[in-house]
């Protein structure tokens, strides 16, 4: 129910504003949902709808805190943004969200969840990342270029916000790329696609794989959600 001209205006104005694709994809299909619940264009809805739609997507579909708040973000921006419509913007709230501590996995957990691991190429990954403090995205995109070895700092291009950034870099980690790289023969991602070199990994494809390992590793649900940290001595 969202017509090709309204779409259009809503990607341009996104794009303009230098938002990213993932973004403007994840903006566009929310109220594309949105429309489709009540079978109407949704320029022709108004702060009401919204209500009910909340309602609905926290009640009804059960919504996770991330995904009802994404939500709220993609119709805010389209009201205030598309719509020139602030009136409706300022009824909608988002949702409270829930605080919780991290669960901190122990070092034996850790162990055994990097023991677990039987690919080299993701166990070296996955050290980058608790290592650095990197996100997926991140690590994954890490070039030869991008580990100074003179400065013990490793740059992290175009990160949240599309800014660069520098992070300490251990030398247990540095030893570790250096051997990974002979051991992989790479020529300029860290940690390519198995399909096509010129590629990053797929962050699908690692998390896939993680959950097996930490399924291997006898790690419970509550220690594999996102939230957990897990203790690295070493590094």
Known sequence: MVTTALRERMRAILRARNYSPRTEETYIG?????????GTPPDQLGA???AAYQVWLRDEKRASHVSFNQAVCALRFFCQEVLERPDIVERIHYARQERHLPVVLSVSETIDFLRSIDLPRHRVLLMTIYATGLRLSEALALRAADIDSKRMVVRVRQGKGKKDRYVPLSPLLLEMLREHWRREHLRDLLFPRATDPTLPASPTTVQKYMQRFAAKAGLTRRSRRKRCAIVMPLI
Do not use: G, L, P, Q
């Open 30 to 38: 929310a109220v594309i949902r949105f429309a489709r619940h009540f």
């Open 48 to 50: 009401e709808h919204v």
